[in-house]
């Protein structure tokens, strides 16, 4: 019994474990301590990492038009996901990790 649930824990952290390590380490440091604590459950409806189906939308709409709202904040998400030190750069890197995983 053990081992399954050990298993089922594993296959679904190993996506992001895999998506997490080919991030760049600014991209991680960022996303570690501004993002992780809501997108990596979907906390307050966030989009979680690399959820295909949470960032479907997303996909087709101008990273610029994202970053906007991510600059305004949006939902329950605070202005910059309380990134006040991302640049526009830095933000638009943590889109595409999100949405991507580039």
Known sequence: MALRIHTFGLTLLLPVLVNFCGAPPKVKQHYAQHC?????????????????TDWK???NQDPQDILRAVR?????MPPSGR???CSDD?????????????
């Open 36 to 52: 992780a604590a809501c997108h990596d459950i979907g906390a307050g409806g966030a989009p979680t990492l690399k959820a295909k």
């Open 57 to 59: 939308i997303r996909r």
């Open 72 to 76: 305004k904040g949006f939902v329950g």
């Open 83 to 85: 990134c006040t030190n």
């Open 90 to 102: 830095d933000l638009l890197a943590l889109i595409r990790f999100m949405r991507d995983g580039v």
